[in-house]
C-alpha cells in the first residue's frame, strides 16, 4: 500500500495533484492507520464479501478494504478525486470505481452487476452534513446490504445506539433499531483527519436484521407515529400525536390506547421503547 493513513503521505498526494478539499462534500480525509485497521476490523469483511464503500476519497481506507474482501465497490460523488484514486488504487485489480450520487444510485442493480445480487457489506467515511439520509436511504430503502460500518459524527453514533429515557434518544434511534443492531465501535479524535472537522466521530457497526425485531402490519405508520412523537418531544404522546397532520388520530384515542397499554395517558414519546410504539400501533384504531 502507499501509506495514505500517513499524513504526510496524504499531504503529498493532495499537493502533487493540486487537490482543493470541497467543503460542499464534507471532505474530512482519515489520516490514522490505527483508526482505518479499527474500522476494518469492525466491519467483519471477509474474503467472502463485496464491500461497499461509500465517498473513497483518496483510497486510504479503500486499500485496507481490498487487502481483506473478495472486492470493493466505492462509490465517489467528486469526479475530481476519479484520477487521484485510480493513482492510489492502481495496485488492486478487485476494486470498481464508480464515479456517482449514492443516494442516486439503484443498489439492487449494482448488486446484481458486482455482487451477483448477493448483500454487500457497506464501509464508510460518511460526510457528516448528509450521514442520516445516506444510512435510513439504505435501511428504509431496503437495500441489498447485510452491515453498515461507518465513521459519522459522534453525537449521531450515539443517537443510534440509544435506549428509551436519553437524551439523545429519537427517531434516529429507533429507526436505527428498528433495521439493525448497532455496536459502537470507537471514538475518534479531530486530530485523525485532514482537514480537521470542528465535532468528535466515531464508528458504528450496524447489523442488519434480516426480520425486524417487531411485528407490525404498517411499517410506513409505524415511523410516522415515532416522527409525531419526536418532533413535538415536550408534549406528551397524546397531544403530539393528536396535532400531527396526516395520523388520523386523536388525543383521547392515543390516551385511550396508552392506557390499555398500562402506560400513564400523559406519558412522553421518549419514554416509549421500539416494541411499546408497535403496539401502539396496533391499538391505534
Given at each position: 500500500?502507499?501509506?495514505?493513513?500517513?499524513?504526510?503521505?496524504?499531504?503529498?498526494?493532495?499537493?502533487?495533484?493540486?487537490?482543493?478539499?470541497?467543503?460542499?462534500?464534507?471532505?474530512?480525509?482519515?489520516?490514522?492507520?490505527?483508526?482505518?485497521?479499527?474500522?476494518?476490523?469492525?466491519?467483519?469483511?471477509?474474503?467472502?464479501?463485496?464491500?461497499?464503500?461509500?465517498?473513497?476519497?483518496?483510497?486510504?481506507?479503500?486499500?485496507?478494504l481490498a487487502e481483506r474482501a473478495?472486492?470493493?465497490?466505492?462509490?465517489?460523488?467528486?469526479?475530481?478525486?476519479?484520477?487521484?484514486?485510480?493513482?492510489?488504487?492502481?495496485?488492486?485489480?478487485?476494486?470498481?470505481?464508480?464515479?456517482?450520487?449514492?443516494?442516486?444510485?439503484?443498489?439492487?442493480?449494482?448488486?446484481?452487476?458486482?455482487?451477483?445480487?448477493?448483500?454487500?457489506?457497506?464501509?464508510?467515511?460518511?460526510?457528516?452534513?448528509?450521514?442520516?439520509?445516506?444510512?435510513?436511504?439504505?435501511?428504509?430503502?431496503?437495500?441489498?446490504?447485510?452491515?453498515?460500518?461507518?465513521?459519522?459524527?459522534?453525537?449521531?453514533?450515539?443517537?443510534?445506539?440509544?435506549?428509551?429515557?436519553?437524551?439523545?434518544?429519537?427517531?434516529?434511534?429507533?429507526?436505527?433499531?428498528?433495521?439493525?443492531?448497532?455496536?459502537?465501535?470507537?471514538?475518534?479524535?479531530p486530530n485523525c483527519f485532514i482537514?480537521?472537522?470542528?465535532?468528535?466521530?466515531?464508528?458504528?457497526?450496524?447489523?442488519?436484521?434480516?426480520?425486524?425485531?417487531?411485528?407490525?402490519?404498517?411499517?410506513?405508520?409505524?415511523?410516522?407515529?415515532?416522527?409525531?412523537?419526536?418532533?413535538?418531544?415536550?408534549?406528551?404522546?397524546?397531544?403530539?400525536?393528536?396535532?400531527?397532520?396526516?395520523?388520523?388520530?386523536?388525543?383521547?384515542?392515543?390516551?385511550?390506547?396508552?392506557?390499555?397499554?398500562?402506560?400513564?395517558?400523559?406519558?412522553?414519546?421518549?419514554?416509549?421503547?421500539?416494541?411499546?410504539?408497535?403496539?401502539?400501533?396496533?391499538?391505534?384504531?
Amino acid at each position: 500500500m502507499t501509506g495514505l493513513g500517513i499524513p504526510q503521505n496524504t499531504i503529498e498526494v493532495l499537493q502533487r495533484h493540486d487537490f482543493h478539499i470541497q467543503k460542499r462534500y464534507g471532505q474530512n480525509f482519515l489520516v490514522d492507520a490505527h483508526v482505518l485497521q479499527k474500522i476494518v476490523d469492525a466491519s467483519l469483511v471477509t474474503k467472502e464479501d463485496c464491500v461497499l464503500e461509500i465517498g473513497p476519497g483518496l483510497g486510504a481506507m479503500t486499500q485496507y478494504l481490498a487487502e481483506r474482501a473478495g472486492s470493493v465497490v466505492a462509490v465517489e460523488i467528486d469526479r475530481n478525486l476519479m484520477p487521484i484514486l485510480q493513482e492510489t488504487l492502481s495496485g488492486y485489480d478487485n476494486v470498481a470505481l464508480v464515479n456517482a450520487d449514492i443516494l442516486k444510485v439503484d443498489l439492487d442493480r449494482l448488486a446484481e452487476e458486482k455482487n451477483g445480487g448477493r448483500p454487500f457489506r457497506v464501509v464508510a467515511n460518511l460526510p457528516y452534513y448528509i450521514t442520516t439520509p445516506i444510512i435510513m436511504g439504505l435501511l428504509e430503502g431496503h437495500a441489498p446490504v447485510k452491515s453498515i460500518t461507518v465513521m459519522v459524527q459522534k453525537e449521531v453514533a450515539q443517537r443510534m445506539q440509544m435506549g428509551p429515557g436519553g437524551k439523545e434518544y429519537g427517531a434516529l434511534s429507533l429507526a436505527v433499531q428498528y433495521y439493525a443492531k448497532p455496536k459502537l465501535v470507537a471514538d475518534v479524535p479531530p486530530n485523525c483527519f485532514i482537514p480537521r472537522p470542528g465535532v468528535g466521530s466515531a464508528v458504528i457497526h450496524l447489523d442488519c436484521y434480516q426480520e425486524p425485531p417487531v411485528a407490525v402490519e404498517d411499517e410506513k405508520r409505524l415511523f410516522a407515529v415515532i416522527r409525531a412523537a419526536f418532533n413535538q418531544r415536550r408534549k406528551t404522546l397524546a397531544n403530539a400525536l393528536g396535532n400531527a397532520p396526516g395520523l388520523s388520530v386523536t388525543r383521547e384515542q392515543t390516551a385511550e390506547a396508552l392506557v390499555r397499554m398500562g402506560l400513564s395517558p400523559t406519558v412522553r414519546g421518549e419514554a416509549l421503547s421500539l416494541e411499546q410504539f408497535a403496539a401502539l400501533c396496533r391499538e391505534l384504531p
